[in-house]
């Protein structure tokens, strides 16, 4: 970056996620039945999400304004968020609920990572509501308004939530904290 080259990993990021928004990626996440497939892409695609977040963070406000090179990073970053955390809205990944530990766990690790990838969440979106009124399902108060009743989430299987519990733990602390 600092010597006028793209970055590599930007690259990566927009070829393997963002040419399709992230599709491919949300339907091994959401339907492939292999744990291990699941966690290895779920780890992978953290620590890429992670590195632009703290590439970005490296920038000072003048190369946030002005270099092209870092525009681009913000926006790769943010269409990798924006495709990520619309997912859950979607029907496939509510159906698959019983998989997304390691989806959790991503979101988690790529927070986690700098307080850049925290800040940005928290200015973004109303985030920590959209967890918890994900977790919520049809007992949600946004449920409430909506025509279409929620797939129920639970029952005999417990759901693999610890790393979303986690998340919002972390995130209500930065939002404290910050």
């Given at each position: 970056m600092r010597r006028g080259e793209t970055s590599a990993v930007n690259e990566f990021v927009k070829e393997t996620y963002?040419?399709?928004a992230c599709?491919?990626?949300q339907k091994i996440m959401f339907t492939c039945t292999d744990t291990i497939s699941r966690q290895y892409i779920s780890k992978s695609t953290a620590l890429a999400i992670s590195r632009l977040f703290k590439l970005y963070a490296e920038c000072d406000a003048e190369a946030r304004a002005n270099d092209e090179k870092v525009k681009d990073i913000y926006a790769t970053l943010d269409?990798?968020?924006n495709h990520t955390l619309e997912a859950l809205k979607d029907k496939e990944c509510l159906r698959s609920w019983t998989r997304l530990e390691?989806?959790?766990k991503m979101l988690l690790e790529i927070a986690t990572s700098c307080t850049t990838a925290a800040q940005y969440l928290l200015e973004r979106s109303d985030i920590i509501s959209?967890?918890?009124d994900f977790v919520l399902g049809n007992k949600s108060p946004r449920a409430a308004c909506e025509a279409e009743k929620r797939?129920?989430?639970?029952g005999s299987v417990p759901p693999p939530f610890r790393p979303l519990f986690t998340l919002v733990s972390f995130l209500l602390r930065m939002v404290h904290t910050g």
């Open positions: 963002l040419a399709d599709g491919h990626f269409a990798f968020m390691w989806y959790f959209d967890l918890i797939t129920a989430m639970g």
